[in-house]
């Protein structure tokens, strides 16, 4: 079963901030995001392991729960560039075997 | 960061035909790579794990016969769609993982198929 993430889609303004939530409903080992622009690869962004591990990637920031078998991308001050969907990936398990399941997506868009 | 290149990045074909698409890590090695399929304005779902020299490994309901992954070498990985019919349109993306120095998954470009 897929991650759910949350919201589904978002609309901000240049300036602003979001939070997009990803949800699993079994235990993990590491969370992955990735953003995607119309026609385009995913771009990796960044990749936590650890639960309650927190990352930063310029004004692009993540956390991720264990526990809760959640993650959070926290993107403040929005760019132009910043619109696309957004995915995370999720593993249970490491290894070389092991595989990413990716969640239901948040479409972002910014606008002037 | 690592690079992934697809070939073609979009092919239009009549039903019943097959399509080859070619997935290669250009400046690294990849004895693993993985094949996904998006549907428009959904997520990606992973079709099959793509392991170099052996059988690939595929995910429930993905019809091995109907597309088969072949992983010759560990730059190079084919994924064709055999006697592609409509349905099998979609965006096909591939992409190979790395461990060192950060563990990511790079992801080709995709490929953009339209069965008529």
């Known amino acids: 079963q897929q991650p759910v993430q949350s919201p589904q889609a978002v609309i901000l303004r240049e300036g602003e901030d979001a939070v997009i939530n990803c949800s699993s409903s079994?235990?993990?080992?590491?969370v992955h995001w990735y953003r995607q622009k119309h026609g385009e690869a995913p771009v990796f962004l960044m990749i936590?392991?650890?639960?309650?591990e927190q990352k930063g990637h310029e004004k692009i920031s993540a956390s991720f729960n264990e526990k809760k078998q959640q993650s959070s991308l926290y993107l403040t001050a929005s760019q132009l560039s910043y619109s696309g969907t957004y995915f995370c990936?999720?593993?249970?398990?490491?290894?070389?075997?092991?595989?990413?399941?990716f969640g239901t997506g948040t479409r972002l868009q910014v606008t002037l | 960061g690592a690079v992934v290149s697809q070939h073609p990045s979009r092919v239009i074909c009549k039903s019943g035909t097959s399509v080859k698409i070619e997935c290669r890590s250009l400046?690294?090695?990849?004895?693993?790579m993985f094949w996904y399929r998006q549907f428009p304005k959904q997520s990606l779902m992973l079709m099959a794990t793509?392991?170099?020299?052996?059988?690939?490994?595929?995910e429930q309901g993905v019809e091995k016969d109907k597309f088969l992954i072949n992983h010759a070498s560990l730059t190079l990985s084919t994924l064709t769609v055999t006697s592609a019919h409509p349905e099998d349109s979609s965006f096909y993306i591939c992409s190979a993982r790395v461990r060192v120095p950060t563990d990511t998954q790079y992801f080709g470009p995709g490929t953009r198929l339209t069965v008529l």
């Open positions: 079994k235990a993990l080992y590491s």
């Open positions: 936590l392991l650890k639960g309650g």
């Open positions: 990936g999720t593993e249970t398990q490491p290894g070389t075997a092991s595989k990413l399941t």
């Open positions: 793509s392991n170099e020299g052996s059988k690939a490994t595929y």
């Open positions: 400046d690294f090695q990849a004895t693993t």
